[in-house]
């Protein structure tokens, strides 16, 4: 139960940091180059500066989320549940059972009339 929520939680950082790194612009002429007039801020609420350290600080939060939880996901796994491979258990169980022949088919392409008879 609780390894579910932590993967969904994990499936919502990972959509976040996906949209968090897609704003960023290297260059400055992405939605922190506008001035944050788009974030409604008129030009005045967040300068480009001030929105590019939003989106450097929130990428380093999400990813350092998304690493804590990742790790946390692997001590929630339910070790009580004892599940086994096929490899691990010897392979299939009923290995003396006879194996039957595939059905006859007709082929794909049609065939031309023998006419070699005449």
């Known amino acids: 139960m609780l390894y579910n929520i932590i993967v969904a939680v994990i499936a919502i950082i990972c959509a ?3 949209l968090v790194v897609l704003l960023q612009n290297g260059s400055g002429q992405g939605i922190s180059g506008m001035g944050g007039a788009s974030l409604g801020g008129g030009g005045g609420g967040l300068g480009a500066r001030r ?36 490899l691990q258990e010897g392979g299939a169980t009923n290995q003396n059972a006879p194996i039957e ?18």
């Open 16 to 18: 976040l940091l996906i």
């Open 51 to 86: 929105t590019a350290d939003l989106l450097s600080k929130s990428t380093t939060v999400l990813g350092a989320a998304f690493l804590v939880l990742c790790v946390l996901a692997n001590f929630a796994i339910d070790r009580q549940q004892v599940d086994r491979s096929i």
């Open 101 to 118: 022949a595939p059905a006859e088919t007709s082929p794909a392409v049609p065939q031309l009339p023998d006419t070699s008879g005449n």
